[in-house]
C-alpha cells in the first residue's frame, strides 16, 4: 500500500515526457513499463526495468523504505506488540 501522506507525482513517457530519442529510457535502462522512483533533490531512489507482479506492493514499500519507515504487515507488528 503507498503512504498516504507522501504527495506523488507520476509523469509517463510519451505524456508527460517527452524522449522523441529514446535517451531517457536507455539511460535508466526501462522497458516500456518500467519505473523510476526520484526524490524531491533529484536523486534516485529506485529504479526496474520492466513493472513488477504487484507493483503498487512494490512501490509502496521502496517509498517507505527511502522514508526510513517500516513497511512490515500489520498482522506481523501485532504478533509482535
Known sequence: MLPADVPLQVLAVGTELSDPT???TARYGL???GAVLV???GYVAWCASMAEDDVAETLGRVIATSLG????PADRL???A
Open 69 to 72: 519507515r517500516s513497511q512490515e
Open 39 to 41: 526524490r524531491p533533490d
Open 22 to 24: 529514446g535517451q531517457l
Open 78 to 80: 501485532a504478533s509482535v
Open 31 to 33: 522497458s516500456r513499463d
